[in-house]
Each structure stands twice: as structure tokens, then as C-alpha cells.
């Protein structure tokens, strides 16, 4: 984002507030505001609406860990805005580090996922918002499956489909080629 902006392009930035820990509304805004990018604040759940009204031209997420096949692990919420972007046909950039990708990890079911503390969702502001007593799930990161991703965006390079097979071409120092007719089909299948 910061590079478009240097580019000169005019850019809006919608940070989803990333419930239940608010590192979208505590992080990425204050970050994105202190670069002075232009940036608006939504819930988690408004994401869709946005999309269907036409208001997204492309999703960017980043990831904690990048499995061999270009599954990736994120933030709890990843993976529904993966496929709202799908239903869409909205592209989803995967911003990834390639200290993320895990070669020795197959695929994304081989991630293991943490669950955190309960009063995370229980709680806000130290205060109790929901009954005492009842099941709490607290998930701290989902799985978007590669068929998702348009794209893996690292500092040496893009990976685009197929991503297992460009990834490790980064990684391993060579360009990744563009597939472009294979994602230009796939675009245009998801249009249908």
C-alpha cells in the first residue's frame, strides 16, 4: 500500500476491526493513519455487504504461515473474506514473507491451530459481555485454501497460480513465471 502510494495511485484502504483482539482497529489503522493512507474502519461482518455493493477492488491479507500448496494460515477471519472475494470475483492478495512458507508443511491441514484464551470473546475492556457458564470457541487463526488465493505477493516476487509450484521457484530464487492464461481463466470462471 505504502509503495501505491509513492506510485502516486489513489488508494482507500477498509481495515476490518479482526475481532476478537482488534489488531485491525488497535494496529493496522493507526498504522495506516500514521502513513497518512487513507483508511475506513468496519466490523468483521460488514466485509460482504461492502463487496456486493461494489466497494472492494481487491483483498489483501497477510499470513502467519504459507503451507508448500499456498494454503494459508491468518488471523481467525481470513478465510470467509477469501470466500466472500471469491463470490465476488474480487482478487485476494496473500502478502507473505518468505520466512512463512513452510515447505516441510504439505498443506494448510497440517497447521495446527492455537485456541486462545475464552475471555477474549467473553470479555471486552476487562468487562464480561456474555453469561457465565456457557461454551466458548476461540480459534486464533483459519486456513484459506490455495483455490482462493490470486496470489502470493513476497519480497522477492509474486507466486500466482499454480502456488505451489511458483512459491518454491521463489523461494528457490528464480522468478516466479506469471501464469497468466491459467488466472485469467480462473477469473473468468468465477465471474459466471
Not at 88 to 109: E, K, M, R, T, W
Not at 131 to 137: E, H, K, Q
Not at 155 to 177: D, H
Request: net charge positive.
Amino acid at each position: 500500500m505504502r509503495a501505491a502510494i509513492d506510485a502516486g495511485k489513489r488508494i482507500q484502504v477498509i481495515a476490518c476491526e479482526t475481532r476478537p483482539f482488534l489488531q485491525g482497529a488497535r494496529l493496522t489503522a493507526w498504522e495506516l493513519k500514521k502513513d497518512r493512507i487513507p483508511v475506513t474502519l468496519i466490523t468483521d461482518n460488514m466485509a460482504g455487504h461492502l463487496m456486493q455493493r461494489e466497494r472492494v477492488s481487491c483483498v489483501i491479507v497477510g499470513t502467519d504461515r504459507t503451507a508448500a500448496n499456498g494454503d494459508v494460515a491468518n488471523k481467525i477471519g481470513t478465510y470467509p473474506l477469501a470466500v466472500l472475494a471469491h463470490r465476488h470475483a474480487i482478487p485476494f492478495y496473500v502478502a507473505a514473507p518468505l520466512s512463512s512458507i513452510d515447505f516441510a508443511c504439505p498443506n494448510g491441514d497440517k497447521i495446527p491451530i492455537e485456541e486462545r484464551p475464552v475471555r477474549e470473546v467473553t470479555h471486552v475492556l476487562g468487562r464480561q459481555i456474555a453469561p457465565s457458564g456457557i461454551r466458548v470457541l476461540n480459534p486464533a487463526f483459519d486456513v484459506t485454501p490455495n483455490e482462493l488465493v490470486t496470489a502470493i505477493v513476497t519480497e522477492r516476487g509474486i507466486a500466482r497460480q499454480p502456488l505451489g509450484r511458483t512459491l518454491r521457484r521463489l523461494v528457490e530464487g528464480a522468478p516466479a513465471k506469471p501464469e497468466r492464461k491459467a488466472e485469467a481463466r480462473r477469473m473468468r470462471a468465477r465471474r459466471r
